[in-house]
């Protein structure tokens, strides 16, 4: 069983920045860990995900060149960093995990653990 929790969501202006962070139970080292997020009144939609096995890492286009994620072995956590942040990033984010690799890091279907997610929301 894996165990995530979410934090570093809440309340920022636009443009601002913030990093939020997913800590996993157990050994993390050949996990893919995504972070997914939903809009108030959307679907839920791929945001980032990582490769902790070669640090392959994988992006939405809306997102690229503004979040990165990257890896906390010491403290077993993953890390989503934001910036230059927009009113269409506001929603809830969630972390999920895989054991290994997978062929399809963006879809929600190859990922069998989810955290209870975080807040974000930007004001404009």
């Known amino acids: 069983q894996v165990r995530l929790v979410e934090s570093g969501g809440g309340l920022v202006p636009t443009g601002d920045s913030l990093t939020l962070s997913c800590a996993a139970s157990g050994s993390f080292s050949t996990y893919t860990i995504g972070w997914f997020r939903q809009p108030p009144g959307k679907e839920r939609e791929f945001v980032a995900a990582?490769?902790?096995?070669?640090?392959?890492?994988y992006y939405q286009d809306s997102v690229k060149g503004r979040f990165a994620v990257s890896r906390d072995d010491a403290w077993n956590k993953v890390h989503l960093q934001m910036n230059s942040l927009k009113s269409d990033d506001t929603a809830v984010y969630f972390c999920?995990?895989?054991?290994?690799?997978?062929?399809?890091?963006?879809?929600?279907?190859?990922?069998?653990?989810w955290g209870q997610g975080t807040r974000v929301t930007v004001s404009s």
């Open positions: 990582i490769m902790l096995k070669d640090d392959s890492t």
């Open positions: 999920a995990a895989r054991f290994g690799f997978t062929k399809e890091p963006m879809s929600d279907s190859s990922y069998g653990y």
